[in-house]
């Protein structure tokens, strides 16, 4: 079954976040970290983005409001720009930090409306 999960994960993830960024994150991955790897991809990508109750569309965009309200930047800025992979469109993102304005508040909402700015103007 993990073996399944993992390479059902990876498929996902390479999906959601394209085979270039996980082509550099296998590189990076060391001894120290690979069983912490290979957890995210079997349990988030391969236990949890594959169920089918969500589309990966709708998956990402809750993923992109739960960084915004958590404010991991450096996730929220990855998964803005693999948007392009999933449909997700810069209207629905803004919408997604609207709600985090209100839900989480406005400081978060504030830096995640930065970062998608910035992550917007690199793409363009």
């Keep these: 079954m993990a073996d399944n999960r993992y390479e059902e994960g990876m498929k996902v993830r390479r ?20 069983d912490f790897q290979r957890f995210i991809v079997e349990v988030a990508w391969g236990s949890v983005w594959t169920r089918p109750q969500l589309d990966l569309k709708t998956r990402h ?6 960084l915004a309200a958590l404010g991991k930047e450096n996730e929220l800025a990855m998964h803005i720009r693999a948007t392009r992979n999933t449909g ?16 989480a508040g406005v ?18």
Excluded: C
Aim: glycine content about 2%; cysteine-free; hydrophobic content about 55%.
């Design 88 to 103: 997700v469109s810069a209207e629905e993102v803004r919408e997604a930090l609207l709600q985090v304005a209100v839900y």
């Design 15 to 34: 999906a959601v976040l394209g085979d270039e960024h996980v082509e550099r994150a296998e590189a990076e991955k060391s001894d120290f970290d690979a």
């Design 61 to 66: 965009l809750l993923t992109i409001a739960m």
């Design 107 to 124: 400081p978060a909402a504030n830096a995640a409306f930065a970062i998608a700015k910035r992550v917007y103007e690199e793409t363009v």
